[in-house]
């Protein structure tokens, strides 16, 4: 058995192991199949090798090998958290599935690329997040189909807008904090060294939270002053 969807969980095989000690929780959320027929057709369909721990998975590295042994624990939940959710995972509006990879831990940030329909800054966000895989969740919103995530996130004052003729500012990149709902925005262009810094700086507290709040104005010299997140304490 596989799964031909991005956004299904993988599958982890024990090729040729009739038992094995380890039985998931219901928060790991994968699937553990035993596979006692070492020479049957699945596995060469599959192309999982015999005597081996290996993942299924139609996306990323296909089908990796897992190196360590059986009955550690640790390494194997390492092993599964690295590969088992898509780099740059695209979550589409209404896409259930794939909300559900998002939000479905609150010990791991969200690292999220916001951009445009081609993709843009994809290929370079996809290589500076290797680094974390396993330990943030990484996703990208598309400004066309779904929108309204960029207004959830504060990321819509950078999309193009045509009434206002305004150019898009995108591809951008935001960090989320599931456990304490904070956010960080990248100032920097979208770069492979500027997206290494930011997590840096994440890890080290460096980082100063991102306020959803309208752009503090270019001219604000008049009798009413305009105050804007940014500009409030000042």
């Given at each position: 058995?596989?799964?031909?969807?991005?956004?299904?969980?993988?599958?982890?095989?024990?090729?040729?192991?009739q038992r094995?000690?380890?039985?998931?929780?219901?928060?790991?959320?994968?699937?553990?199949?035993?596979?006692?027929?070492?020479?049957?057709?699945?596995?060469?369909?599959?192309?999982?090798?015999?005597?081996?721990?290996?993942?299924?998975?139609?996306?990323?590295?296909?089908?990796?090998?897992?190196?360590?042994?059986?009955?550690?624990?640790?390494?194997?939940?390492?092993?599964?958290?690295?590969?088992?959710?898509?780099?740059?995972?695209?979550?589409?509006?209404?896409?259930?599935?794939?909300l559900k990879?998002?939000?479905?831990?609150?010990?791991?940030?969200?690292?999220?690329?916001?951009?445009?329909?081609?993709?843009?800054?994809?290929?370079?966000?996809?290589?500076?997040?290797?680094?974390?895989?396993?330990?943030?969740?990484?996703?990208?919103?598309?400004?066309?189909?779904?929108?309204?995530?960029?207004?959830?996130?504060?990321?819509?004052?950078?999309?193009?807008?045509?009434?206002?003729?305004?150019?898009?500012?995108?591809?951008?990149?935001?960090?989320?904090?599931?456990?304490?709902?904070?956010?960080?925005?990248?100032?920097?262009?979208?770069?492979?060294?500027?997206?290494?810094?930011?997590?840096?700086?994440?890890?080290?507290?460096?980082?100063?939270?991102?306020?959803?709040?309208?752009?503090?104005?270019?001219?604000?010299?008049?009798?009413?002053?305009?105050?804007?997140?940014?500009?409030?304490?000042?």
């Amino acid at each position: 058995y596989t799964t031909r969807s991005s956004h299904m969980p993988p599958r982890l095989f024990c090729a040729g192991v009739q038992r094995t000690n380890w039985t998931p929780t219901e928060e790991e959320k994968w699937d553990l199949l035993r596979l006692a027929n070492t020479k049957g057709k699945l596995m060469k369909a599959l192309g999982v090798k015999a005597g081996t721990i290996s993942m299924v998975k139609d996306f990323d590295e296909k089908n990796p090998v897992y190196s360590g042994t059986k009955d550690d624990m640790k390494g194997l939940k390492e092993f599964v958290d690295y590969h088992r959710t898509p780099v740059g995972l695209h979550v589409k509006k209404g896409d259930q599935s794939a909300l559900k990879i998002v939000f479905e831990d609150e010990n791991k940030p969200n690292l999220f690329l916001f951009t445009t329909s081609d993709d843009a800054g994809l290929d370079t966000f996809k290589g500076a997040v290797q680094g974390v895989r396993g330990h943030m969740v990484t996703a990208r919103f598309h400004s066309s189909d779904f929108p309204e995530a960029f207004t959830h996130f504060g990321m819509d004052r950078f999309m193009e807008s045509k009434e206002k003729k305004k150019k898009s500012e995108l591809p951008k990149v935001l960090l989320e904090e599931r456990k304490s709902g904070l956010r960080y925005l990248m100032q920097d262009a979208v770069s492979d060294k500027a997206i290494k810094q930011f997590i840096n700086d994440y890890k080290d507290d460096k980082l100063e939270p991102f306020l959803k709040s309208e752009p503090e104005p270019e001219a604000n010299s008049g009798p009413v002053k305009v105050v804007v997140g940014t500009s409030f304490e000042r």
